[in-house]
């Protein structure tokens, strides 16, 4: 048996400990993230950084033990880059010195993809160095796709707390509670991605019986998944008070931004089998690592981003 398919029972930790255990996690974490995000900038962008920092160094740990050999100092520096440069392209106005200087001086392309190019540039000579060339170009495509899938992705936590109403900023008052529009889209997308999670897990433990993808993650079920989707639509309802939207966008931003969730869940599932792992680390107790507690955002924050720009009638 795969060693991730048994970890609990090897570790001798039962489920109640477990359960209670991320509760626990939970009740710490949740005040301070949620604190983060009604204080908004620069707290959220440290907080963003940080978090990246972590993934990096844990995706670099997954992918050594996937043997794509990454180039670890140059992987972690660079995916810290790319981060760098979406934040600073998101907090656009608010920037001053060198980083205004550089969205200047790099437009076009951008500072995000001026980064992104030089990034799988480096790699590739690093691929160079590889004795076969069919190592080379693994760790040429698989450093560059684990640079882009946190550098590209996490930035966008903090590209929805920047959204405003046309018009606006995001610093507007908006919704029942007059809480800023940025800080409004965020709780939203906080209370949707916690939502999925909770009802995912809580259904899926109790209910669970039809496995959704076997092969890459045992735990996760079909019943799981429709137990996520409702938690997540009602978080959505809770969120379109807040940021002041007509009571139908939660009935496609639930189920939507709740897939995207999962999918960014299972993608990092697929990452951990691939490198035969349970967890990608083990700094939040009963949540494992870093990348396990924002796995879901990854995908869910772009998507909902997509959504406010293009059907909520929302600027950045």
């Known amino acids: 048996m795969r060693p991730w398919l048994n970890t609990r029972a090897a570790t001798g930790v039962s489920e109640a400990d477990m359960l209670r255990t991320r509760v626990m996690s939970a009740m710490v974490l949740a005040p301070i993230i949620l604190g983060i995000v009604l204080l908004g900038e620069p707290w959220l962008s440290v907080l963003v950084g940080v978090a990246a920092f972590l993934a990096l160094v844990e995706l670099v740990g997954l992918l050594d033990a996937a043997g794509h050999q990454p180039p670890q100092v140059l992987t972690i520096v660079s995916g810290m880059a790319l981060v760098a440069a979406g934040l600073i392209t998101t907090n ?16 076009p392309p951008g500072l995000v993809t001026a980064t992104l190019i030089a990034a799988v540039l480096l790699f590739a000579v690093v691929g160079f160095t590889r004795a076969d060339p069919r190592a080379g170009f693994m760790t040429w495509a698989m450093t560059s796709f684990g640079v882009a899938y946190v550098g590209l992705l996490l930035p966008t936590i903090v590209l929805v707390a920047h959204l405003a109403p046309s018009g606006g900023s995001s610093s507007t008052p908006v919704g029942v509670f007059g809480i800023g529009s ?37 735990s996760k079920t079909v019943e799981g998944l429709a137990g996520g989707l409702v938690l997540a639509t009602l978080g959505a309802g809770i969120g379109a008070v807040l940021v002041g939207l007509e009571p139908w966008h939660p ?19 697929m990452l951990k089998r691939a490198a035969d792992r349970k967890e990608s680390g083990f700094i939040v107790p009963g949540h494992g690592g870093i990348l396990d507690r924002i796995d879901s955002f990854l995908f869910a ?16």
């Open 301 to 316: 924050a772009p998507v909902l981003a997509g959504y406010a720009l293009l059907a909520a009638g929302r600027v950045v």
């Open 92 to 107: 656009g106005v608010g920037v001053g010195g060198v980083g205004a200087t550089l969205m200047v001086a790099l437009d």
């Open 182 to 218: 940025g800080a409004a889209w965020a709780l939203l997308l906080v209370l949707v991605v916690w939502g999925y999670d909770t009802g995912a897990y809580l259904i899926g433990r109790r209910l669970g019986r039809r496995r959704l993808l076997d092969h890459i993650s045992p």
């Open 251 to 269: 009935l496609i931003i639930g189920p939507v931004v709740g897939l995207a969730a999962q999918a960014g869940d299972m993608a990092e599932s």
